[in-house]
């Protein structure tokens, strides 16, 4: 609540109690006459005081308050007894706190967005008392800016994922929203960002997260002007850790999946890649989603009925994503069952073994890195899916530079 009161000071009028008084002249004593004035005595002025001034911040009638910014009240003369600051549409006041000197009131608790406020002061001088009035309306709506960021709070990824923070409006001011990122733990190695669009921005270290560690992730972006008069609208943390170092190497040549873990091998699968027409993509790649069974559609591929590459639609067992453009690691239809190891027949996913996908879909999880080489064809592009790895850490803020893809 607030009210903000100013003591005042009776002040007592006549003679000082210990002062004693005059003796009156006796009845038989001569009074004593006293001189006339030689001249008129000179009209005293009384004492002029003016009235309190007092000043509010932001002024009266303001739109678009920033509302983390303070809303102060200042008497230049006097001191206020009184500031209430309120929704208009009804609500608690704003808490705040006054000066040593009673001249001097700041808000001290986060306005609302989008709404109006009224403000009520009342102050006292010698001139004496005095009140007012001031209105103002915080960030419309339609200049809030929020953001999300892809990992869950207390969730457990691999150690290849990569941040990404999306923002709804444009962001003008990269640099400031860049400062305001925070990233601890995880190894604490200098990482890059690199802004994929006005909106896209994303952070990876300078090498894989630290296996079993845990990372915390803060962006300070209430309050924020990101450009065009767009404000933060909210701050964002999470918190995650990392499972054991999981990473997998599809060979072309060998036609072999090999996983590692913790830097051992774990076991090896005989896959089969992308068909010449559909080759699968190279590079280093982060798997995005996982699920024990995914609906796979010809059409996803736009490919028509009569397509020399259609296929029936199917449940593909045991999925892990790659990319958004839709390779996968999945277990392979019996038709591809008897090429494992020796042809490429997909539409550019990793088909595998049922004990393969099973042992990739249970092992590994998101954040993971599974790389593929020998396909003779170029990398994905590194915002199809998570591609950042390909990215040499020297080149990853430059948002022209381009690599095999």
């Not at 005293?44 to 303001?62: C, G, K, Q």
Request: include cysteine; hydrophobic fraction near 40%.
């Amino acid at each position: 609540m607030t009210a903000l009161l100013a003591t005042g000071c009776a002040h007592a009028s006549g003679a000082p109690s210990g002062e004693a008084a005059a003796t009156a002249p006796s009845a038989s004593a001569p009074a004593a006459s006293l001189p006339a004035p030689s001249a008129p005595a000179a009209a005293l002025e009384p004492a002029t005081t003016a009235p309190v001034e007092v000043t509010v911040a932001p002024v009266d009638a303001s739109v678009e308050h920033n509302p983390v910014e303070p809303v102060v009240v200042r008497a230049e003369e006097g001191e206020l007894t009184d500031v209430v600051l309120v929704p208009a549409p009804g609500g608690a006041p704003v808490p705040g706190e006054l000066s040593a000197d009673g001249r001097t009131w700041t808000s001290t608790g986060v306005l609302a967005f989008d709404t109006p406020y009224v403000l009520h002061w009342s102050a006292a001088s010698g001139a004496g008392p005095a009140a007012g009035t001031s209105t103002f309306t915080t960030v419309l709506a339609a200049h809030e800016v929020d953001a999300r960021l892809n990992v869950v709070d207390g969730g457990v990824y691999g150690t290849g994922q990569i941040l990404e923070f999306s923002f709804s409006e444009p962001v003008v001011h990269k640099a400031a929203v860049e400062d305001a990122v925070t990233v601890e733990g995880g190894g604490d190695r200098a990482g890059a960002f690199r802004w994929y669009s006005d909106t896209t921005l994303r952070y990876r270290p300078a090498e894989r997260w630290t296996p079993h560690s845990r990372i915390t992730v803060s962006l300070d972006l209430l309050g924020l002007d990101v450009g065009r008069g767009m404000v933060g609208n909210h701050d964002l943390r999470r918190s995650f850790s990392t499972g054991a170092e999981h990473y997998a190497r599809v060979d072309d040549a060998t036609k072999t999946l090999t996983a590692y873990v913790d830097g051992e091998v774990a076991a090896t699968f005989p896959v089969t890649l992308g068909n010449p027409d559909w080759p699968s993509t190279t590079g280093r790649k982060v798997i995005m989603e996982q699920a024990p069974e995914y609906l796979f559609k010809a059409s996803s591929l736009h490919l028509q009925p009569g397509d020399p590459h259609w296929y029936d639609t199917f449940w593909a067992s045991n999925v892990s994503r790659l990319t958004a453009s839709g390779e996968f690691v999945h277990q392979a239809l019996p038709s591809a069952m008897p090429v494992l190891g020796i042809a490429n027949v997909s539409h550019g996913c990793v088909g595998m073994p049922p004990e393969g996908a099973r042992f990739i879909h249970d092992v590994f999880r998101p954040g993971d890195v599974v790389e593929i080489v020998g396909t003779g064809y170029p990398q994905a592009d590194p915002d199809d899916g998570y591609g950042d790895w390909n990215i040499p850490l020297e080149h990853y803020a430059d948002e022209s530079w381009t690599g095999d893809w």
